[in-house]
């Protein structure tokens, strides 16, 4: 129910979520994340990246321009009509249906999922990265930090963006770094390095490599 949810509130706040990237209306993400993330892919030189949850598509355009050859998929076609308006190619498929068929978008040296996972379960979304990557391959998950709670469901409000219009509450699963990490593991990752972008700090950045 949760994971409809989530879905439902990305489709309607499409139109703001892009106006807030575009406009840098996200104070951390224009002062912190966006270039740690940025950052992230780029240090592994990759050829070709999958952008999970892709959004408006600011991720893979930047890494476009970068020399990258970026393919971004997102539930809302709303957000994935805004990404094709940049450079990179954009589906229109939720993570479900990617868990259905990963090979149906190719193989990648790299999968980035930035600030689109929120479900409790993570294991069969993981389990798909791993089958699209090429020997070697790494996978880079910025996310919110569960620093300051409970570990458990929560919910974003979009509180602080208020002024850009009315928002759609979204829940989303807080878990622990040890959490994430054995997430990985039962995925078929290894070695995880953490990130703390600060200060704040501001997200938790993981990138996995391929057992």
């Given at each position: 129910?949760?994971?409809?949810?989530?879905?439902?509130?990305?489709?309607?706040?499409?139109?703001?979520?892009?106006?807030?990237?575009?406009?840098?209306?996200?104070?951390?993400?224009?002062?912190?994340?966006?270039?740690?993330?940025?950052?992230?892919?780029?240090?592994?030189?990759?050829?070709?990246?999958?952008?999970?949850?892709?959004?408006?598509?600011?991720?893979?355009?930047?890494?476009?321009?970068?020399?990258?050859?970026?393919?971004?998929?997102?539930?809302?076609?709303?957000?994935?009509?805004?990404?094709?308006?940049?450079?990179?190619?954009?589906?229109?498929?939720?993570?479900?249906?990617?868990?259905?068929?990963?090979?149906?978008?190719?193989?990648?040296?790299?999968?980035?999922?930035?600030?689109?996972?929120?479900?409790?379960?993570?294991?069969?979304?993981?389990?798909?990265i791993a089958r699209v990557l090429?020997?070697?391959?790494?996978?880079?998950?910025?996310?919110?930090?569960?620093?300051?709670?409970?570990?458990?469901?929560?919910?974003?409000?979009?509180?602080?963006?208020?002024?850009?219009g009315a928002w759609t509450p979204?829940?989303?699963?807080?878990?622990?770094?040890?959490?994430?990490?054995?997430?990985?593991?039962?995925?078929?990752?290894?070695a995880v390095e953490i990130e703390?972008?600060?200060?704040?700090?501001?997200?938790?950045?993981?990138?996995?490599?391929?057992?």
């Amino acid at each position: 129910m949760r994971g409809e949810v989530i879905v439902e509130s990305w489709r309607r706040n499409a139109e703001l979520w892009t106006r807030a990237v575009r406009e840098q209306a996200i104070a951390s993400r224009a002062a912190v994340t966006d270039e740690a993330v940025v950052r992230a892919v780029l240090r592994h030189q990759p050829a070709r990246v999958l952008d999970c949850g892709c959004g408006e598509g600011w991720l893979s355009h930047r890494l476009a321009r970068e020399g990258v050859q970026p393919v971004g998929f997102d539930v809302s076609p709303d957000l994935v009509a805004a990404a094709r308006q940049g450079p990179g190619v954009f589906h229109v498929l939720s993570f479900a249906e990617f868990e259905e068929d990963p090979a149906r978008l190719g193989v990648f040296d790299l999968a980035a999922v930035n600030f689109s996972l929120f479900e409790e379960d993570l294991g069969s979304f993981l389990q798909a990265i791993a089958r699209v990557l090429a020997p070697g391959g790494r996978l880079v998950i910025q996310t919110l930090h569960p620093a300051g709670g409970p570990v458990g469901w929560r919910e974003e409000s979009f509180a602080a963006l208020g002024g850009l219009g009315a928002w759609t509450p979204m829940p989303w699963f807080a878990r622990t770094v040890d959490d994430w990490r054995a997430a990985l593991r039962d995925a078929g990752f290894g070695a995880v390095e953490i990130e703390e972008p600060g200060p704040g700090p501001s997200s938790l950045l993981m990138t996995a490599a391929l057992a």
